[in-house]
């Protein structure tokens, strides 16, 4: 409830407004104009600032939404609430075709293809006949409720604010879960997100084709506002005008995307207003002036005017514990009790004319814990991504449970039991540890995010995050459950990607240099776990580099050198092998 209680403030003073004794119908229009832009800001900021997806061409989605709702009421008559549905379909389905090809881009060509088919759209709307060309389709009916009609911009305004209210409230619940999770790990790579089942592109469509349809219902009651669409609003320029918006109120923020809206919208104003009346009205100085303030803007607050702002506020930002007290997650797989669980048979992956892995053999059996060593380079990091399906391999096989898992996808490869963590971090940093851990339950979970909008999640999530602090409290972090990921030592950060990858309840983990950063008791404390979780039936494979780790905790140990296995046996055994001391080890002196 209290952290409704904002959002319930705001929305009565914005229902309050209208009301104020002189409000001038000027500002009336422009609280509608902000509101307007808000609603396209706050898909950007789930698209680009959570998502990680950069899009210049959501104005193109306005224009989608508005001449759906135009030609419907002006050429068949329609109501205008009866076109809503039809907007936002519209919209949807024109996310679904675009975002097939767009998502699957990445890096300058995400954007640039954003661009290129916003451009496409722009032309495309000033061409057709059936939709006036370039001018447009007028005399749009107003919307109307019973005998009210929202002819002025003081009527229409409830319209407007209760969806930017409605939309934030929806697309905080939806941050707010599993679904949410997984959207917002796309933003540092899809590795670590597919490593734990998430489906990156079709998270990718998802958090598209929601932004499309928010500028959609933008463009809808942009057309009642207005009573008018043409193109104009809905070329590229306000495409880049909507980024810019999301960006300067802080583009990963729900909030920020209304406050990014109204500081660009009435600083727009301003500078129209003024600028002509101090320079005597000569060219068009507020374009400059206004690109000047936005970059000074930047630079005094680049996360954005709203986590600045925040930081000033004295508001408690302290999170809820979960109740560890639900019952635990239903196990994801049977405790194994011996028998050979992986099978690793002349596997190979070459990069060219370089062979990383050259034909390697060995087994993992059940509560066995097999440590992986070699130089840097040997290809240990990559025999970890050829059994979790991050590489294809050149050759070989490797088998789980008799299941040849060799070129599975990852998604494929955790849903058997294989968990891991990264020889280079890779949790979201902005994130707390309690979130990051809970991203590993992900397939543990079943809620959507329609009930994650709606909230109908709530049992769900109850039980995911009461299994994320379970495994948080296992790996002895717990006072640090609610601190953000990226504020953590490496060595802290390591050992919340353990508590990551225990949450998906594996019957194999596999850690890469898991002990790297931690000091002699934290390693001291690690060794005590993985034993623990050995006796438990949990088999571990694990890459390090700190001898002594190896030795004293390792039942078996595989050497690899060039990409080559050169030793497998017990500690003792590795340690007298003189293959191993002239690669690896070095003779005493």
């Known amino acids: 409830m209290t952290r409704r209680l904002p959002v319930l403030v705001f929305a009565l003073a914005m229902a309050a407004i209208p009301f104020i004794p002189g409000m001038p119908p000027f500002w009336m229009v422009l609280l509608d104009n902000i509101g307007l832009a808000a609603l396209v800001a706050m898909g950007l900021v789930l698209l680009t600032g959570v998502g990680g997806l950069t899009s210049f061409g959501q ?32 919209s949807g389905a024109a996310a679904v075709l675009l975002g097939l090809v767009t998502v699957r881009l990445s890096g300058h060509y995400l954007p640039l293809g954003t661009i290129a088919w916003g451009i496409a759209l722009f032309y495309l709307f000033s061409k057709l006949e059936l939709l006036g060309r370039n001018d447009g389709i007028s ?53 670590a997100a597919e490593a734990f089942g998430v489906q990156t592109a079709r998270a990718k469509l998802l958090v598209f084709i929601y932004a499309a349809m928010l ?16 193109p104009t609003p809905f070329g590229p320029q306000a495409g880049i005008e909507y980024l810019f918006i999301a960006v300067v109120g802080g583009a990963g923020y729900v909030w920020g995307g209304v406050l990014g809206a109204a500081i660009v919208v009435v600083l727009k104003e301003i500078l129209q207003s003024y600028l002509p009346l ?34 000033l506020l004295p508001f408690d930002t302290d999170r809820k514990r979960p109740d560890t007290s639900i019952a635990p997650l ?27 892995v050259n034909n390697v053999s060995f087994d993992v059996q059940a509560r066995e814990i097999v440590a992986l060593i070699g130089p840097n380079g040997a290809g240990k990091s990559t025999t970890f991504n050829l059994i979790t399906g991050v590489l294809t391999s050149s050759g070989g096989s490797i088998a789980l449970l008799g299941n040849t898992i060799d070129n599975a996808p990852p998604q494929e490869v955790v849903k058997l039991g294989v968990a891991r963590t990264f020889q280079h971090v890779k949790l979201v940093p902005d994130m707390t540890v309690l979130e990051n851990v809970a991203i590993g339950a992900h397939l543990r979970g079943h809620a959507g995010a329609v009930s994650s909008m709606l909230r109908l999640d709530r049992a769900d999530e109850a039980g995911i995050l009461a299994e994320a602090a379970r495994q948080i409290g296992r790996v002895g972090l717990s006072d640090q459950i609610n601190q953000l990921a990226g504020s ?36 001291q404390r690690l060794a005590a776990l993985l034993r623990q979780l050995r006796d438990g039936g949990m088999s571990v494979l694990l890459v390090e580099h700190d001898m002594g780790f190896v030795m004293d905790l390792a039942d ?34």
């Open 278 to 311: 101090v320079f005597g009205g000569q060219g068009q100085l507020e374009i400059i002036v206004f690109g000047i303030l936005l970059v000074v803007l930047l630079q005094l607050a680049p996360a954005g005017v709203w986590p600045w702002l925040m930081s």
């Open 59 to 90: 104005a193109a989605f306005c224009g989608f939404g508005a001449y759906t709702t135009a030609v419907l009421t002006t050429a068949y008559g329609l109501s205008p609430w009866l076109t809503l549905p039809l907007a936002l379909l519209v």
């Open 215 to 230: 500028a959609g219902l933008s463009g809808w009651l942009y057309a009642h506002f207005q009573r008018a669409a043409n």
């Open 488 to 523: 953590l030592s490496l060595g802290q950060q390591r050992i919340v990607e353990i508590a990551r990858a225990l949450c998906v309840d594996p019957i194999l983990l596999l850690l890469d240099e898991p002990a790297a950063g931690l000091r002699h008791m934290e390693k």
């Open 556 to 589: 078996r140990i595989v050497v690899l050198d060039f990409g080559t296995k050169i030793a497998e046996g017990t500690p003792d055994a590795i340690k007298r092998n003189p293959e191993v001391i002239k690669a690896y080890l070095g003779a005493a002196s």
């Open 330 to 356: 239903a196990a994801a797989r049977p405790n194994l009790k011996s028998g050979a669980l992986l099978r690793i048979d002349s596997a190979r992956k070459q990069f060219g004319g370089v062979v990383a």
């Open 139 to 191: 005399a749009i009916p107003p919307l109307a409720i019973g005998p009210l009609k929202m002819l002025d911009p003081g009527t229409i305004y409830f319209a407007i604010w209760v969806a930017v209210i409605l939309c934030a409230v929806l697309t905080m619940n939806l941050l707010d879960s599993r679904t949410g999770r997984a959207i917002r790990a796309l933003r540092r790579g899809h590795v």
